[in-house]
Each structure stands twice: as structure tokens, then as C-alpha cells.
């Protein structure tokens, strides 16, 4: 049998998912890679690859029961069980109030609670008959607060957060560890390109460091485990 941790990332970009993933691999991780459109996960594969992970890839709405099993059933089948499982997907189109319709309210509320829902079901209930692993949501500020124009962001996280909390309350005790990370700030990307030059040294979140952050909550010890970690840069207000 190999000593080698499993983990699985659903929601992967060129971001933090990717970010999660390098990282997990470099610690000794296989890494299970979901997205709904898992051709353009090939290439970050190949690269786990090198870094000595076995990697798979695979296609997954996160917002659709039959999706998340069938994700849950072929990640265990390549990967076998699964030590860490991270939630990292999410909908956001800022809009005003009066101009949001409820077609693309209920997809953001899908994708970024319902998703996390069943995500988190399948997760634990892979774990919990061994009595172990690790459960992690990607929160962000709207986690905390509903701003203007953010309804489409903030309702989905308030409730992911809230699953979060039940989640660790219940399966805590069975020996998994829950953990909710607020990502307080915008994360260093080709989309923030011109706001990283506006800003001082280190004045967005790195999406590697984040991802150290993540590892480190995995490897937590059960004596002294973290719900909710928040993260941001030196220079946030908050």
C-alpha cells in the first residue's frame, strides 16, 4: 500500500485551484483535478505529473447530484480514499437588485451552497466510515458581509458558511476535520494585473500562500483543529 495522501480539488482554474493542487503534489499528494470542462485541466495535470503526483482529471457541475457522484465514485476508483477534499467552485455576476433575474440568482446560490452541499455529503460520507480526513470551503468577504451589487455572491457564502459550521459540529466528533477559509481580498491574477502594480510589495493575496494555508489546516493535529481561517493581504482594511 502506498503512504501517499489523496486529495481532491473540485473547482479548479488557473488560480487557487491550481494553486491548491501544485501544492498538494508537492507534499506527497495525489490530486484529483473537477471542473466542469476537465480538457482544459490536461495541462495542469501534466504537470502534477512531473512533480511525481499521480494526477486525474475530471468533469464535474458541481451543482448537480448526479455529477457529484459520479465525480465521488470515479476519483476513489483512480485515487482510492480520499484524505482531503476541498470546495473551491463558485458563481458571481455583480449586478444591481432590480436588474437580477431569479434565473441567475437560484444558478449562483446552485453553484456556490447547493454545490458545496453535496460536495461536502460525499466527501464525509467517504470518511466518516474510516474516521478520518480533511473538508475545506473556500469562503470569501461576502462570507461575512453582503455589500451593494453582491447579493449574487454574498447569499451563496453566508450559506456555505453556515454548512461549514454544522458540518465541523457534527462530523468533528466522528474525527473530520471541517474548516471554512475566508479569502478577505482579491487574489493575485492575470485579472488584478493592473491592480497588483497600483498597490505596495505583497498587496494582494498570493494564491500559493493561500494554498500553504490550506495544507497547513489539513495537517492540523486533532487536539487543536481550526473551523475558520481568514486570509488576507497586510494592506486590507477590515
Known amino acids: 500500500m502506498s503512504d501517499r495522501e489523496a486529495a481532491l480539488v473540485v473547482g479548479v482554474g488557473p488560480g487557487l485551484g491550481a494553486s491548491l493542487a501544485r501544492c498538494f503534489a508537492r507534499n506527497n499528494m495525489d490530486v484529483a483535478l473537477a471542473a466542469r470542462d476537465a480538457g482544459r485541466l490536461a495541462g495542469l495535470g501534466g504537470e502534477l505529473a512531473e512533480l511525481g503526483s499521480k494526477a486525474r482529471c475530471f468533469p464535474c457541475d458541481a451543482s448537480d447530484e448526479d455529477s457529484v457522484e459520479a465525480l465521488f465514485q470515479a476519483a476513489t476508483k483512480e485515487l482510492g480514499r ?16 432590480l436588474e437580477t433575474t431569479a434565473e441567475e440568482f437560484e444558478r449562483c ?14 466527501a464525509a460520507r467517504e470518511m466518516v466510515s474510516r474516521g478520518g480526513g480533511t473538508i ?98 497586510w494592506v486590507e482594511r477590515f
Open 82 to 97: 480520499l484524505d482531503l477534499v476541498v470546495f473551491n467552485a463558485g458563481a458571481f455576476v455583480r449586478r444591481k437588485l
Open 109 to 122: 446560490w446552485r453553484v456556490g451552497c447547493l454545490g458545496g452541499f453535496l460536495v461536502g455529503r460525499a
Open 136 to 233: 475545506l470551503f473556500t469562503g470569501a468577504t461576502a462570507s461575512l458581509r453582503g455589500s451593494a451589487l453582491f447579493h449574487n455572491l454574498a447569499v451563496p457564502k453566508f450559506g456555505l458558511r453556515a454548512l461549514a459550521q454544522s458540518m465541523a459540529r457534527e462530523l468533528g466528533p466522528q474525527g473530520i476535520h471541517v474548516g471554512h477559509v475566508i479569502i478577505d481580498g482579491q487574489i493575485l491574477s492575470d485579472r488584478y494585473a493592473s491592480l497588483a502594480a497600483e498597490r505596495p510589495e505583497d498587496g494582494l493575496l498570493s494564491p500559493d500562500a493561500i494554498a500553504t494555508s490550506y495544507l497547513h489546516l489539513h495537517q492540523q493535529p486533532r487536539n487543536a483543529w481550526t473551523l475558520e481561517l481568514d486570509l488576507r493581504p
